[in-house]
């Protein structure tokens, strides 16, 4: 799936959008109840893609069996589903990540831009502000968190500063010193490696950290 800023916003406001897997994944909270009770990086949990029809369907084998209330199963799987990570500067595609990976069962872009009490917003930046997403740094921190799992640490670094220039976090000491191993996690082996010394502790440690944001 890839997507930019302009085409994202084009696209939710398309009446025939390109049936893509999160396309699908709409049309499927629109059709199974129990879709719409999981956000969207949790689908390959319980459903496969089809290449041939492009949609979503349940899992046949393998996993644990969940029975639903009216009968149904449902299979759990071990599968990890990861969205692609996104830069604060891309604007509207990162507040849409935002979106999708805190709004249960959603049925359309529209319904993503949806607010609780009905209206829909103009944009996914300002949805994600009226449901409280922006509040605090949390949004930042889990993709912070996303990137330490499985992303090199200048890749961390590159959203950290792209955040703190973008996205005006409340506390950027905090996660700064939250994602600080991870953060220089690279410096550090090459340290251990020049001096064939791998005891050697996190240098950034002993540098006098005052930061002014």
Not at 16 to 36: E, M, S
Not at 51 to 64: E, F, V, Y
């Amino acid at each position: 799936m890839h997507y930019n800023s302009t085409t994202t916003t084009a696209a939710s406001l398309s009446q025939n959008p390109k049936i893509t897997k999160l396309v699908a994944f709409f049309t499927l909270c629109q059709q199974d109840t129990f879709a719409r009770t999981i956000v969207y990086h949790q689908v390959p949990e319980f459903y496969t893609w089809n290449h041939s029809t492009h949609c979503w369907a349940r899992r046949r084998k393998g996993g644990d069996r969940l029975t639903q209330q009216d009968g149904s199963v449902i299979i759990h799987s071990d599968t990890i589903g990861r969205l692609h990570m996104i830069s604060p500067r891309q604007g509207e595609l990162y507040f849409l990540r935002v979106l999708l990976v805190n709004v249960i069962g959603p049925t359309s872009f529209t319904n993503l831009r949806t607010n609780t009490t009905g209206q829909v917003l103009s944009t996914f930046k300002e949805c994600c502000s009226d449901l409280g997403l922006l509040d605090d740094d949390r949004h930042l921190e889990s993709a912070m968190t996303e990137i330490a799992d499985c992303r090199p640490a200048a890749r961390l670094r590159e959203f950290f500063v792209t955040a703190v220039i973008c996205c005006e976090p409340s506390h950027p000491e905090v996660l700064l010193g939250n994602f600080m191993d991870d953060l220089c996690g690279d410096f550090v082996m090459e340290r251990r490696s020049f001096h064939a010394d791998f005891t050697l502790g996190n240098y950034l440690l002993f540098i006098p950290t005052t930061f002014v944001f």
